[in-house]
């Protein structure tokens, strides 16, 4: 595997794999990298001749009082994991790179990015769709692979994609790749290592309760109440702040009431112990 730092060096090398026709399938990232993100790869590398990852903890996604200094940086154990999986180049800009002298320019997406983690995370979409534009004119990819895990991310880049003509004339070049989660359910996160173990035991409630309110939707139980049931599961089970818990539409992710005809989405933001947990299932109708 090639690790690439400058943007010169990174057209000539992705030019290069390209030649002959040849498909680079894109894996972007901040790092800290686990096994949701290697399942990333390994998909990317079954539908692509070649996976270009990148690793760039982007500061812009960060708000004032996020973790952007404490973010967990293991660069040389990703890279090992990278050249592992198969991948054929690592990008890894410095802010520099990415961020140079007078950078001015930010890209928003409005309706999807709004509600939900956009309206607790002010500006982290917009520095999201920014440095996911920026990766996708770096590499040219012919596809690129998200997690479900950020489900609003996911329809983010998806609108932004599809606004821009970013990755014309492919419609369905963005993947999405269904959560990788732990042994008892938990949703895999770079974020998981900063939870205590008593902690990171009481976070297993947070996939359980999903799946008990979903069976309860399905069940034709009512959405409020049910979604009032889970906040109070989380919080005795010692979440101590639930950012949101909602029934949303999966494609628009407009909030809902009640199921209706297109496919629904619970999504929940939580913190314990200081850690923000974000999870989100399918609901059957
Ligand atoms: O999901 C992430 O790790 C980041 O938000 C992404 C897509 C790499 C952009 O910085």
Request: aromatic share 6%.
């Amino acid at each position: 595997m090639q690790t690439v730092r400058n943007l010169d060096v990174l057209r000539t090398s992705v030019a290069a794999l390209r030649e002959d026709g040849a498909s680079i399938g894109l894996v972007p990232t901040m790092g800290a990298l686990h096994e949701g993100h290697l399942t990333l790869v390994r998909r990317a590398r079954e539908v692509c001749d070649h996976v270009v990852a990148s690793i760039f903890v982007n500061p812009t996604q960060f708000g004032p009082n996020e973790d952007l200094d404490a973010y967990p940086r293991t660069f040389d154990a990703d890279a090992a994991l990278l050249d592992a999986e198969g991948c054929a180049l690592l990008w890894a800009p410095d802010v520099a790179t990415m961020y140079p002298d007078r950078f001015a320019t930010s890209i928003s997406v409005s309706g999807v990015s709004e509600g939900l983690c956009g309206a607790s995370r002010p500006g982290h979409f917009d520095g999201v769709a920014t440095v996911v534009a920026k990766l996708f004119n770096q590499v040219r990819p012919t596809q690129a692979f998200f997690g479900e895990k950020d489900y609003q991310q996911l329809a983010v880049i998806r609108t932004m994609a599809r606004d821009l003509d970013l990755t014309h004339p492919n419609p369905d070049a963005i993947i999405g790749v269904p959560t990788v989660r732990e042994a008892d359910r938990l949703a895999m996160s770079s974020r998981n290592r900063y939870l205590s173990p008593a902690d990171r035991e009481a976070a297993a409630t947070l996939p359980r309760a999903m799946r008990e309110a979903i069976a309860r939707i399905e069940d034709g139980q009512e959405v409020a109440p049910t979604l009032a049931m889970l906040e109070d599961e989380l919080l005795g089970a010692g979440f101590g702040e639930v950012d949101y818990v909602v029934l949303a539409d999966a494609g628009s992710l407009a909030p809902l009431d009640a199921l209706s005809n297109g496919a629904a989405r619970l999504l929940v933001a939580a913190r314990i112990g200081g850690t923000r947990l974000i999870d989100n299932m399918a609901i059957a109708r």
